[in-house]
């Protein structure tokens, strides 16, 4: 029976790893892949402590065929990734599992190791699920980061970066309204033109306006000039960027 529940055990947490490796990667859930996967992790993980030598090489193998075999992207960017993640979620895991049985002070031989097991199976849900709504908050908010151009009032081009933002729906006089730092603003010595009355979580605020024109640099090349106004915001001081375009400021508008 020990073996049995060796490999049970084993196949239980391999699955779990997998599914949230998949989860985390957003790709489609296929239990077949899932299932193999987990076998081929279950019966090395039962067979480990019988294996004289070439033990940690052949982890690292069939962990990188494990990953082939769940990755949703089937490109070499897709499956380093897949594997990235399934590294990150299976040391959360064991991290989880190691931290609890400490903590209560239970022992690999104890009828409590599974409350453990539950334990981590908790830490490395809740840690990783974080971790990974973190990264893509990280990479989406790269991929709207662009680098721009402040015309100043002289005439001289001031480099920043620009956030475009599809919440962003100010508009003054009928026209859209980005929002600009008062680093921005300085750098680039623009004058005041007037307020615009915004609605901020503290209420509603008379914030400074601004004329502004920038140029701003799309992907693939593509770049735009807008002539538009901007209100001043220390909302946006010490940003990696100086400028919050308006939702009609995207790259696919017109």
């Known amino acids: 029976m020990y073996i049995e529940f ?21 790709g489609a859930i296929k239990q077949r892949l899932l299932i193999l996967a987990a ?25 990188a065929v494990m990953c082939i075999l769940i990755a949703t992207q089937r490109t070499p960017r897709g499956y380093l990734r897949t594997l990235l993640i399934f590294y990150l979620v299976s040391f959360l895991f064991a991290g989880g599992a190691l931290a609890v049985s400490e903590f209560w002070g239970i022992g690999t031989d104890s009828g409590l190791l599974p409350l453990a097991v539950a334990g981590g199976i908790l830490c490395a849900v809740v840690i990783g699920e974080w971790t990974v709504k973190e990264i893509y908050r990280r990479s989406r908010s790269e991929r709207h980061i662009y680098d721009a151009e402040l ?7 001031y480099r920043c970066r620009a956030y475009y933002d599809s919440g962003n729906a100010l508009y003054g006089d009928g026209k859209p309204v980005a929002v600009i730092s008062p680093e921005g603003c300085n750098r680039a010595g623009l004058i005041k033109s007037g307020t615009l009355a915004v609605r901020t979580v503290t209420g509603i605020r008379n914030l400074d306006l601004v004329d502004l024109d920038c140029r701003i640099y799309y992907a693939r090349g593509r770049n735009k000039i807008y002539h538009t106004r901007a209100v001043i915001s220390e909302s ?7 400028i919050l375009l308006h939702r009609d400021m995207g790259e696919d508008n017109d």
Not at 41 to 53: D, E
Not at 236 to 242: A, K, Q, T
């Open 6 to 26: 060796v490999l049970l055990n084993n196949f239980a947490v391999n699955y779990l790893v997998c599914y949230l490796t998949v989860k985390a990667t957003g």
């Open 39 to 63: 076998a081929i992790g279950a019966v090395f993980a039962a067979s480990y402590p019988a294996l004289k030598t070439g033990g940690f090489i052949i982890k690292i193998v069939l962990s």
């Open 151 to 157: 015309i100043g009032q002289s005439g001289r081009a």
């Open 236 to 242: 946006l001081s010490g940003r990696e960027y100086d």
